[in-house]
């Protein structure tokens, strides 16, 4: 089936909202982005589910990230602004209706925190290298990103950004990475600045009890090989949340379908009823059975 794809803007309050719909169908997913990463970064995934009919793939950018504007008043946006903003972006492709979710990555805890705090909005929800706490190496590459930030060592943010999260990703993507910090405006970094603030602030985002609060059945993927993840964190996570269940990939770090885009099939599959045939799915059962029998 042929990929469908429209482009729009959404004027919501002081922003500007460019957003990317692949396919017309009936079921809505709207996909929140990782920190510094646009809408694009949700293209292999969208053209994927467009392909096989029965969705309308929502992607967009917050402001900060991507196209998207600040019209008038301070640059940077809250996570307040962000949940406003997803919102906005509901209302237009899903009035009245619940609709499903896919995060990655910083996006997974803004869709934790909009699905505890609307939850009858959203009725699926996949979060894609999550983590209820960050750890200690999150927050040194925080400390140590803001730092190069502030001297301008912008092909040194870069590198540290990959070498980080982005190891098991190919040379040809690392170097679209360093060329997208390069190329970076100089709102956006005010914005990653901000990003910062909030990572440091993770503990004050009271995300446990939004957790609890989601009514949304609710997948975890991570990989087994993602520097800043913890299993034993995913794992309570999924505990104090109703129908839900945790995937590790073993040879994955933190960017799963970029890294394997047979990992896709994982999300599709899980929207579809079908989790427990995947093949991801299954190796993940085989991984955790032997831990448990250890």
């Not at 949940?83 to 972006?89: F, P, T, Y």
């Not at 929800?125 to 001297?151: E, H, W």
């Not at 440091?200 to 609060?213: Q, R, T, V």
């Amino acid at each position: 089936m042929e990929n469908i794809l429209s482009r729009g803007e959404i004027s919501f309050k002081r922003f500007s909202i460019p957003y990317c719909n692949f396919g017309n169908g009936g079921k809505v997913i709207i996909a929140i982005n990782g920190a510094q990463q646009s809408c694009v970064s949700w293209f292999q995934v969208a053209k994927y589910f467009s392909s096989k009919g029965g969705y309308n793939f929502v992607c967009f950018d917050f402001p900060g990230q991507g196209r998207a504007k600040v019209n008038y008043g301070h640059p940077e946006t809250s996570v307040e602004d962000q949940l406003e903003i997803i919102n906005a972006v509901a209302d237009k492709f899903s009035p009245g209706k619940p609709f499903y979710m896919i995060s990655a990555s910083w996006g997974t805890v803004v869709a934790a925190m909009y699905a505890g705090s609307f939850p009858k909005r959203v009725t699926k929800k996949i979060l894609l290298s999550f983590a209820l706490k960050p750890n200690q190496l999150l927050m040194d590459t925080v400390f140590r990103g803001r730092q190069l930030a502030l001297t301008g060592s912008i092909l040194d943010l870069a590198n540290l950004f990959i070498d980080v999260f982005g190891s098991k990703l190919s040379e040809p993507v690392q170097n679209s990475i360093r060329n997208q910090f390069l190329s970076l405006p100089n709102e956006h970094f005010k914005q990653l600045y901000k990003q910062s603030i909030f990572i440091e602030n993770y503990k004050n985002l009271c995300l446990e009890e939004h957790l609890k609060n989601t009514t949304a059945k609710t997948l975890i993927v991570n990989g087994g090989s993602d520097p800043i993840v913890n299993y034993d964190n995913a794992v309570y996570a999924v505990s104090i949340m109703s129908e839900s269940k945790f995937i590790s990939i073993p040879d994955a770090g933190h960017f799963l379908h970029y890294e394997n885009p047979e990992i896709i099939s994982l999300y599709y599959d899980y929207f579809n009823d079908r989790l427990m045939d995947n093949k991801f799915y299954i190796q993940s059962e085989e991984i955790f059975t032997e831990q448990f029998a250890a």
